[in-house]
């Protein structure tokens, strides 16, 4: 009768393993993107716009205003970028974007958000979430995403060391409560945040930023403010890097 349990409760046990793992699986493969082409200068379509979105923090080997575009067209400035990726995750440089590099892009993709951020990072810090901002919460979510990617290649660049988001999305009436906020902040569009990392100076921080393709950059008291403002129709229209 012992062996009979104990062989149930084996089979339950193996059967509770195989069962998450299986979840596991699902759930990594449910998010990953389905890229189903090699990419390479000339190709177009949705799926390079997603690769422009997740390179966009390698437009630059040292403080440039640029940023890469996200038209969906694989020109050079894309290439550049795929292969400044390729070379900080050991990749063949070539910039041709196949099964390997694929595969790392979606290694720093989550469900929740990308490998080092998540999204409750970004949300307003008086409980809204996403909401209330001079955007809809889903375009929000979608601006934050974009910039956890070029926080991806921050993160790497500054020798993987972790970031603390100190301010992301704003709520308008958050931001109106925030001293010294800009009326019309970029926080409010999801399109900025405030950051710090232990051990790394301001200045490393924002010469690091102004190379990933972000055209507000300054530096507070305590953090380094960064934002995409040039990039969308609602931002502000201008670099800013006193």
Same mark, same amino acid.
């Given at each position: ?7 149930? +409760?084996? %089979? ?23 890229w189903t ?10 799926? %390079? ?29 894309? #290439? ?9 995750y050991g ?12 595969? $790392? ?9 990308? #490998? ?8 307003? $810090? ?34 993987? $060391?972790? +970031? ?7 709520? %308008? ?21 405030? +950051? ?20 507000? %950059? ?25």
């Open positions: 009768m012992k062996n009979v349990f104990k062989q149930m +409760i084996t %089979v339950v046990g193996l059967t509770l393993m195989f069962t998450l793992a299986l979840f596991i699986i699902s759930t990594d493969e449910a998010s990953a993107y389905n082409r090699t990419l390479s200068e000339g190709s177009s379509g949705s799926d %390079v716009r997603e690769l422009q979105i997740r390179v966009a923090g390698w437009v630059a080997d040292s403080p440039t205003q640029t940023y890469l575009t996200t038209d969906g067209q694989f020109g050079p400035a894309t #290439k550049a970028a795929v292969i400044r990726f390729q070379r900080a990749l063949a440089a070539d910039g041709i974007v196949g099964s390997a590099t694929q595969a $790392k892009l979606n290694d720093l993709e989550r469900s929740n958000g990308t #490998k080092h951020f998540n999204y409750s990072e970004f949300y307003s $810090k008086d409980g809204s979430g996403f909401s209330g901002g001079r955007v809809s919460s889903a375009v929000v979510k979608e601006n934050v995403r974009r910039m956890m990617y070029k926080l991806e290649a921050v993160r790497v660049k500054i020798g993987n $060391k972790p +970031i603390t988001i100190n301010s992301g999305f704003r709520s %308008v009436s958050h931001n109106n409560n925030t001293p010294g906020s800009s009326p019309n902040s970029q926080h409010t569009y999801g399109i900025a945040a405030d +950051i710090k990392s232990s051990g790394v100076s301001l200045t490393t921080l924002r010469n690091v930023a102004r190379s990933s393709g972000f055209s507000g %950059v300054y530096n507070g008291s305590s953090y380094t403010h960064l934002d995409s403002r040039i990039e969308y129709a609602y931002g502000a229209q201008y670099w800013y890097w006193p």
